[in-house]
């Protein structure tokens, strides 16, 4: 498992985008048994609105675009879910991870 902490974090839905603040953002990317997957885990959001949003619908499908500290550019569609409580909300991906390899 590699992990990636993020500097910044764009997460688009139709024609609607939200650029992510955070206190916290890491990208996990595993690969295991010749399968690949990843997510995003982010702590201490202050969009309440943007976590209100993605709690009360159905549709949490999602497109991100990150930034890696180090300046890597990655980007893939994947799933909102936000944990309004803790101010914190996860994105598991679907597929490719665009700039990865």
């Known amino acids: 498992m590699e992990t990636f902490e993020l500097a910044s974090l764009l997460v688009r839905q139709g024609s609607e985008e939200w650029p992510v603040s955070f206190e916290r953002a890491r990208l996990f990317v595993i690969q295991q048994y010749g399968t690949f997957s990843w ?6 959001m202050q969009q309440e ?35 309004p409580q803790k101010r914190a909300a996860a994105v598991r991906g679907q597929g490719e991870l665009g700039g990865y390899h």
Do not use: M, W
């Open 49 to 83: 609105a943007l976590l209100r949003r993605f709690a009360e619908s159905l549709d949490i499908d999602v497109s991100v675009q990150a930034v890696t500290v180090g300046g890597k550019s990655l980007s893939g569609d994947g799933f909102f879910h936000p944990n």
């Open 39 to 44: 997510y995003i885990e982010l702590d201490g």
